[in-house]
């Protein structure tokens, strides 16, 4: 949305397709979404544009879709709730919530009532005077235990930073803003909603991190514990080959098994001359079994790169679909 095209909607009443799409994954939030759904009429109204609030039930069992049903039909137009058949996880109800959504400009935060509402209109300003694809919000203030919460967050957020490349201080922030076409473009799956800012470096998007206010949680209990430390590791592991290799997997494997099989004909050759030249028996030895391994492993990963890369082609090729992303066209 260019900035142009912001001021336009602003001054028009004529408007009723909404510029802003608020959502907000909740799981057993009862308590919090209705104060959290008066804040966020009151700084809709503020916004001067049309909005639209989608909270997204991620498979509740407490009252939360009871609670929110209560205010559908109070809003028309304005509030939407999406109800998950069961719990999918966050990242997946942020997609649910993306693929619901009619704005040009996406705005996410948690439903626990920490991020603080006003903070929307600062972010979509920063979205469209810095011709931004995104604004992520970076909790200088964070209002949470040190031990379970801030400690390995700055240490998870210091590790995706150094292994990923992309340098922001604050991954864990819900509170963000986008532009339509980068939401709905992003692969949104698994538990990868903590990497959202690397998803979106790696469509190419203009990033920008701003800081914003947090809160205490007022009522429930956090659904994040030290056992997601696993989930974080392996989807950080699957999300550095997909910004790397996703295009070019034979790249990846085959540099493995180019080295496996040159290591393993080295072997085999060195064991082949002593047998030839000074008769010496190699049968029993366990060098003859590494050597035989290395080069099986190696065929195996070249083979592996051939079907992956075939894969790779089918994918752009069926779907259409082209290896790079377009972010504007001068003319």
């Given at each position: 949305?260019?900035?142009?095209?912001?001021?336009?909607?602003?001054?028009?009443?004529?408007?009723?397709?909404?510029?802003?799409?608020?959502?907000?994954?909740?799981?057993?939030?009862?308590?919090?979404?209705?104060?959290?759904?008066?804040?966020?009429?009151?700084?809709?109204?503020?916004?001067?544009?049309?909005?639209?609030?989608?909270?997204?039930?991620?498979?509740s069992s407490d009252e939360t879709v009871s609670v929110l049903k209560q205010y559908v039909q109070e809003?028309?137009?304005?509030?939407?709730?999406?109800?998950?058949?069961?719990?999918?996880?966050?990242?997946?109800?942020?997609?649910?919530?993306?693929?619901?959504?009619?704005?040009?400009?996406?705005?996410?935060?948690?439903?626990?009532?920490?991020?603080?509402?006003?903070?929307?209109?600062?972010?979509?300003?920063?979205?469209?005077?810095?011709?931004?694809?995104?604004?992520?919000?970076?909790?200088?203030?964070?209002?949470?235990?040190?031990?379970?919460r801030k400690i390995p967050s700055y240490i998870a957020n210091r590790i995706i930073g150094y292994m990923?490349?992309?340098?922001?201080?604050?991954?864990?922030?819900?509170?963000?803003?986008?532009?339509?076409?980068?939401?709905?473009?992003?692969?949104?799956?698994?538990?990868?909603?903590?990497?959202?800012?690397?998803?979106?470096?790696?469509?190419?998007a203009k990033i920008e991190q701003v800081p914003v206010h947090h809160r205490a949680r007022q009522y429930?209990?956090?659904?994040?514990?030290?056992?997601?430390?696993?989930?974080?590791?392996?989807?950080?592991?699957?999300?550095?080959?997909?910004?790397?290799?996703?295009?070019?997997?034979?790249?990846?494997?085959?540099?493995?098994?180019?080295?496996?099989?040159?290591?393993?004909?080295?072997?085999?050759?060195?064991?082949?001359?002593?047998?030839?030249?000074?008769?010496?028996?190699?049968?029993?030895?366990?060098?003859?079994?590494?050597?035989?391994?290395?080069?099986?492993?190696?065929?195996?990963?070249?083979?592996?790169?051939?079907?992956?890369?075939?894969?790779?082609?089918?994918?752009?090729?069926?779907?259409?679909?082209?290896?790079?992303?377009?972010?504007?066209?001068?003319?």
């Open positions: 949305m260019s900035k142009q095209l912001y001021r336009v909607e602003r001054t028009s009443e004529k408007q009723t397709t909404p510029v802003v799409s608020v959502v907000i994954p909740v799981y057993n939030e009862a308590e919090s979404v209705f104060p959290l759904l008066r804040e966020l009429l009151a700084v809709g109204e503020s916004l001067q544009v049309p909005y639209e609030i989608i909270f997204v039930d991620d498979g809003f028309p137009g304005i509030l939407k709730v999406v109800e998950l058949r069961r719990n999918y996880g966050q990242t997946a109800a942020m997609a649910a919530g993306f693929a619901n959504a009619s704005g040009q400009i996406f705005v996410t935060l948690d439903g626990d009532l920490q991020n603080d509402p006003q903070d929307i209109p600062f972010l979509i300003h920063r979205l469209v005077e810095s011709d931004c694809d995104m604004v992520v919000g970076w909790r200088q203030n964070r209002q949470d235990a040190v031990l379970s990923t490349g992309v340098k922001f201080k604050d991954y864990g922030c819900s509170l963000k803003a986008y532009r339509r076409e980068l939401a709905q473009e992003m692969p949104l799956y698994g538990e990868l909603h903590r990497f959202i800012p690397v998803l979106a470096s790696m469509e190419g429930g209990k956090s659904k994040y514990n030290l056992s997601r430390t696993l989930k974080v590791v392996l989807d950080l592991g699957m999300l550095l080959f997909l910004k790397r290799f996703f295009t070019r997997p034979l790249h990846m494997f085959g540099r493995v098994g180019l080295a496996s099989f040159a290591i393993g004909g080295l072997i085999l050759l060195t064991l082949a001359f002593q047998k030839m030249v000074y008769h010496v028996d190699i049968g029993a030895r366990p060098l003859l079994l590494l050597g035989v391994l290395m080069v099986l492993t190696g065929i195996q990963l070249l083979s592996t790169g051939l079907i992956a890369e075939l894969q790779i082609r089918t994918y752009f090729e069926s779907q259409e679909k082209a290896p790079y992303k377009v972010r504007h066209i001068h003319s």
